[in-house]
RNA sequence: GCCGCUGUGGCUAAGGGGUAUAGCGACGCCUUGGUAAGGCGUAGGUCGAGGGUUCAAUUCCCUCCAGCGGCUCCA
């Protein structure tokens, strides 16, 4: 797409979409002044779905605002308002702006390097303060629809006032863009919150917000994904512990968690004592690192726990079990010397690759440093980060760094996972920690003979096991495979004359292991099937007549490739039990 | 926590100053039906909670609670 860049050229621009979505932000900020001409506008970038502007205007904005900015762009679009680029000195773009009474402009190019020379796109009547490129005529801005409204603070900083964010859309046509919503229409029947429900899975309640409620098939799905990582970890040398969920404070005072993590804390009394509900595992973890002596022998030293951990989220962050207030940590906390470190981080990232892949993820990497609320010592920290680096370099995997998103005791390197709009959300990560077997004085005999400092590797593959639940719920569509499924197979009897068999065949099955249910209303079999259809069983066996004279066989039907005929029970049997052994998808 | 929106039987929704509708589901009866909804009937709601305005509030106003989309924060 021919672009108009600052220098006043027009070439070809790779990023159509991105040049065309910012050029339309300038058309909503145009509209927006043109209505309410006392709008101070701050920042409108092309993200990536679309656009948005943040604007700042005595009362905001609500959604009927929104209506008549979106008809207000539509004329400017069809005003076909040629696209044009100036430039001005440092001195005349404030004044520029100052004039406009455009402080946030004027902040923005206070900031910019005094030598800049201060770049303007104008359309019509309105000029922004911008770097472009842009497309050459509004009318090419004809396909956008204006999403959301939403707040957001001056700096991305909550403590700077907060502006009305307007979000929109645009795409080079028409039919792009039905399609990008028809998918954002389609993505909403994924979503974890409707399935969860819809399929029996979990749930919340006003009395507990942010704390999940997981419903029979949930607890099956749960369990089965426990099963899986214990087969994956134990053969790994993982042993599993499980500690106290209420812990005395002055244990969290001494890891470190009241001073840096309290906020986040919930906090209880027992006889006069103060003590908190557990947000993390590690100091729990430590109690049984220290509880007897270690030798160098021990290490590297893996204790796993499924630790359910309290946390206090703000409540505007709450999202199902994407963001809860508990949650379950496939947590492991291995204790290493020095010279470890690197062949056991490799270890772990090779289990979190190994399980991620299990389930088709795509994941992204990134590292995480030092954080402005932290402890210990630069020389730690440096070393720690290093170490991380040096070891994602060795096994050569791609990452980016976050800067100051570590946790308070050590850097972190962080596993992304999607969700079915293209949200990531951290999932697995691996933290290297100098600080608490300090804090703790956990020791270990050397070769030498003398007592020296373990290092602490906090890390965890699910992340949150509801977390993870929720990610696999919209990967899958509900649709799980026969391994996850909370009930593999529906045995539907067409009448009342195949109910007896039909109960044979479902305890049969029930022996042989395989998670079955019997659906023996009396409901004809076009309904029985569509109901177990919509609760996305893998198989459904329909029992009828024929089968029950026979005698030894079952009607497969696949929830996926439909009426597969018929086959012996002890033939159908094994095929789940293979299919689930297996974890076939 | 902040900004905007939403809150009606188990679920999905309609309605709107004169105390409420429908579909699905549940239950009962009839139907015994072979691969995505058989028929008839019954029950079920202090319209999120608390205040206020009014002769009268589920409807208008305020506060709170919860949910949704974002911001900030994080597994």
New binding site residues.
Partial sequence: MKALFSDGSVREEEDALHVLRHTTSHVLAQAVKRLYPETKLAIGPAIADGF?YDVDRE??????D?EKIEEEMRKIVKENLKVETFTLPRAEAIKLMEEKKEDYKVQLIKDLPEDAAISFYKQGEFTDLCAGPHVLYTKQCKAFKL???????WR???HNK?L??I?GTVFENKEDLDKYLAMLEEAKKR?H??LG??LGIFM?S?EG??FPFFLPNGMTLKNTLLNYWRGIHFPEGYKEISTPLILNKHLWEMSGHWDHYKD?MYTTTIDDEPYCIKPMNCPGSTIVFASESRSYRDLPLRLGEFGIVH?H???????????????T?DDSHIYVTPDQIEQEITNVVRIIDRVYRQFGFKYHVEL?TR?K?SMGSDEDWENATNGLIHALGTIGLPYTVNE??G?FYGP?I???LEDS?G?T?????I?LDFQMPQRFNLEYVGADGEKHHPVMIHR?VF??V???MGILIEHYAGKFPVWLAPVQVKVL???????EYAAKVTSRLMAAGIRVENDA???????K???A??QRVPY?L????????EGTSV???S?DR?????CTTEEFISTVLRQNAERQD
Avoid at 147 to 153: F, N
Avoid at 562 to 566: K, P, Q, R, T
Wanted: proline fraction near 2%; aromatic fraction near 10%; glycine fraction near 12%.
């Fill in positions: 948005y009362g905001g904005f609500t959604d009927a929104l999403t959301s409204l939403a707040g957001a603070y991305g900083d909550e907060m009305t964010r979000y979503d919150r409707r429900k819809e919340f006003e917000p942010g986040n946390r989220e703000r409540s505007g962050t709450l999202h199902g079990l994407f963001r809860v207030r508990c949650f940590q995480s954080p609320d100051g998103d946790a972190k962080d596993f992304h709009i949200r959300w951290q999932c697995g990560t933290q965890v992340g949150s509801e977390r993870f009897s067409v009448s009342e004359k195949s109910r209303r009396d409901e004809k079999i076009g309904y099937i569509r109901e259809q919509l459904m329909v029992i009828g007549e024929k089968e029950s004279e009607a497969v039907r929830r439909g009426d597969l005929g018929s």
